[in-house]
């Protein structure tokens, strides 16, 4: 059970590039979602999916977006990338479709864009 | 929307000492509030939650408290080691919509324990 993962590690953009951070889990669970965390800011939610074919905006879901097309993936597009979304991102998920349960949160992708 | 404040940002305690963090929350509905610990290169990890129908609820060294009338809630941790240093984060729920909740997350509150 590798629980959450999500490639790659690391990643360095120039403005204006685009690509996609995977994200996938293995337990089955029906909430996924996507935060990104800068210092002092904590972890603000950029899109969430209840299920496979949905999908929400979170806080900040300008500049990204996500499908659902199976339960275990979730990827994140970052549609023509800007320094301001230099960031690193958690991808995350939970056995309780209304996600008042436990969120198990993936390693993380530290991506920088110069 | 939901809006929540953690404090202190920064804790250093000695080995042994007991820490409490403290947050406060602004939505009346929000009846959900788990507390995750940051490992440094790592994702976060729940180490404790609380519902709205309980006011205090503990795990070995790990306890936390809920006021709901004050909208606030807290985590102490007890005989500090070395091993609890690390960023701790406080959420609250908040309806989202069709049966969902989000989390907002408080700004992280970094402790470190001195042996």
Sequence with gaps: ??????????????????????????????????????????????????????????????????????????????????????????CASSNDRGNNNEQFFGPGTRLTVL | GENVEQHPSTLSVQEGDSAVIKCTYSDSASNYFPWYKQELGKGPQLIIDIRSNVGEKKDQRIAVTLNKTAKHFSLHITETQPEDSAVYFCAANSYSGAGSYQLTFGKGTKLSVIP
Aim: glycine share 8%.
């Design chain 1, 1 to 90: 059970n590798a629980g959450v993962t999500q490639t790659p590690k690391f990643q360095v953009l120039k403005t204006g590039q685009s690509m996609t951070l995977q994200c996938a889990q293995d337990m089955n669970h029906e909430y996924m979602s996507w935060y990104r965390q800068d210092p002092g800011m904590g972890l603000r939610l950029i899109h969430y999916s209840v299920g496979a074919g949905i999908t929400d905006q979170g806080e900040v879901p300008n500049g990204y977006n996500v499908s659902r097309s199976t339960t275990e993936d979730f990827p994140l597009r970052l549609l023509s990338a800007a320094p301001s979304q230099t960031s690193v991102y958690f």
